[in-house]
């Protein structure tokens, strides 16, 4: 792929060219997206299970909202197999 940037670089009016390289950039994009699209967290909370569990029991997990500390912080993610 590198020699076909290069060569695109070198002649830029050779169609046959710019079709490789075009193909291999929707190649290397699409690789791209699908990689930072299939992991993601698995909960959307800013607390730990154990945290959360708390004040959901007491009623008290609105006080709780827009805060995070990363001490002790853990987060499980996606990846799929």
């Known amino acids: ?3 076909l940037v290069l060569a695109s670089l070198e002649e830029p009016n050779n169609k ?3 079709k490789e390289v075009s193909c291999a950039g929707l ?3 699409r ?3 699908k ?5 993601y967290p698995v909960d959307y909370r800013s607390l730990n ?3 959360w569990k708390e004040m959901t029991a007491n009623k008290n997990h609105v006080s709780k ?3 995070f500390s990363k001490k002790g912080f853990e ?3 996606h990846i799929p197999v």
């Open 1 to 3: 792929m590198h020699d």
């Open 16 to 18: 046959e060219n710019q």
């Open 27 to 29: 190649k290397l994009l």
């Open 31 to 33: 690789g791209a997206l």
């Open 35 to 39: 990689a930072l699209t299939q992991k």
């Open 49 to 51: 299970s154990a945290e």
């Open 65 to 67: 909202w827009a805060t």
């Open 75 to 77: 987060m499980g993610w």
